[in-house]
């Protein structure tokens, strides 16, 4: 057994605790085979997490304009017979073609489902929202209260110091391991 299952070998209507539950499964196979140095391989895996983080930060925005472009193409009424198609229908012309993750040409078949905000694939939803934030530093009220949080922070951080330089102040020590690569 490798330490990670290949791309595209999981079973696609696997559910996310039956996916946490293998991924247990396989370190605890790791950890007591033996076969492993578990320091080199926890290292390793962090530059495998940094890999697939890249990799995932990087489809996200493609994908995103991808679902919107499928949201809005099921939500478009059909032309009436002899109607001409409107000229925004090819927005989707300059998006990669869906190809099957590895070969497996039965998942080429499988198209995404629309309802309204959600694209279902297989046992997976995309769901498109939508966030509003608000820019709060036009009120004076808010910019006093935020500049007293800012303070009071500042004289909880010197309050700490102190305390850090007093021999009764309780103490616990712990002991991480970080990976920097």
């Given at each position: 057994m490798g330490l990670i299952q290949p791309i595209g070998t999981l079973d696609r209507t696997i559910s996310k605790t039956a996916i946490v539950e293998l991924a247990n499964n396989?370190?605890?196979?790791?950890?007591?085979?033996?076969?492993?140095?578990?320091?080199?391989?926890?290292?390793?895996?962090?530059?495998?997490?940094?890999?697939?983080?890249?990799?995932?930060?990087?489809?996200?925005?493609?994908?995103?304009?991808?679902?919107?472009?499928?949201r809005e193409e099921d939500q478009r009424p059909a032309p009436l017979p002899g109607q001409e198609v409107p000229a925004d229908t090819e927005s989707m012309a300059n998006l990669p073609a869906v190809t099957p993750l590895d070969g497996d040409e039965a998942y080429a078949d499988q198209q995404g489902v629309v309802r309204q905000n959600t694209i279902q694939y297989a046992s997976a939803s995309v769901q498109i929202t939508k966030r509003v934030t608000y820019d709060f530093t036009q009120d004076a009220e808010w910019n006093r209260i935020t500049d007293e949080i800012a303070a009071l922070k500042a004289d909880l951080k010197k309050r700490e110091e102190f305390l850090k330089k007093q021999a009764d102040t309780p103490a616990v020590t712990s002991e991480t391991i970080a990976v920097r690569l």
């Amino acid at each position: 057994m490798g330490l990670i299952q290949p791309i595209g070998t999981l079973d696609r209507t696997i559910s996310k605790t039956a996916i946490v539950e293998l991924a247990n499964n396989h370190a605890s196979q790791i950890i007591e085979g033996g076969n492993y140095d578990l320091l080199k391989t926890y290292v390793e895996m962090k530059r495998y997490e940094l890999y697939i983080k890249t990799i995932i930060n990087k489809l996200k925005t493609i994908s995103t304009y991808q679902a919107r472009v499928m949201r809005e193409e099921d939500q478009r009424p059909a032309p009436l017979p002899g109607q001409e198609v409107p000229a925004d229908t090819e927005s989707m012309a300059n998006l990669p073609a869906v190809t099957p993750l590895d070969g497996d040409e039965a998942y080429a078949d499988q198209q995404g489902v629309v309802r309204q905000n959600t694209i279902q694939y297989a046992s997976a939803s995309v769901q498109i929202t939508k966030r509003v934030t608000y820019d709060f530093t036009q009120d004076a009220e808010w910019n006093r209260i935020t500049d007293e949080i800012a303070a009071l922070k500042a004289d909880l951080k010197k309050r700490e110091e102190f305390l850090k330089k007093q021999a009764d102040t309780p103490a616990v020590t712990s002991e991480t391991i970080a990976v920097r690569l």
